[in-house]
Nanobody, 111 residues
Framework: EVQLQASGGGLVQPGGSLRLSCAAS????????MTWARQAPGKGPEWISS???????SYAESVKGRFTISRDNTKNTLYLQMNSLKPEDTAVYYC?????RGQGTLVTVSS
């Protein structure tokens, strides 16, 4: 059974940083494309970033230059380093592999 569990969310001031983690199990993590997405209150899901098995990365324009996706295949863990956070980054962040989506973690950016 595929399991994905995001963690690391919280309340942060504008301009601050957070690092999200996603613990994966139930599949061969190293061979799969992994994705971060988010859903803000009252809005639909938004793709943020993906990383493939060769660590090639891609980002949405809204986060490019501020967020960095990475993976540790020895720990079956996906990361999202978020810097220069803005109030509009407030959302539930979750990781996914294909159609499998994990439980998210809430990020609130507010002063």
């Amino acid at each position: 059974e595929v399991q994905l569990q995001a963690s690391g969310g919280g309340l942060v001031q504008p301009g601050g940083s957070l690092r999200l983690s996603c613990a994966a199990s139930g599949f061969t993590f190293s061979t799969h494309v992994m994705t971060w997405a988010r859903q803000a209150p009252g809005k639909g899901p938004e793709w943020i970033s993906s990383i493939d098995s060769g660590s090639f990365t891609s980002y949405a324009e809204s986060v490019k230059g501020r967020f960095t996706i990475s993976r540790d295949n020895t720990k079956n863990t996906l990361y999202l380093q978020m810097n220069s956070l803005k109030p509009e980054d407030t959302a539930v962040y979750y990781c996914s592999m294909g159609s499998a989506r994990g439980q998210g973690t809430l990020v609130t950016v507010s002063s």
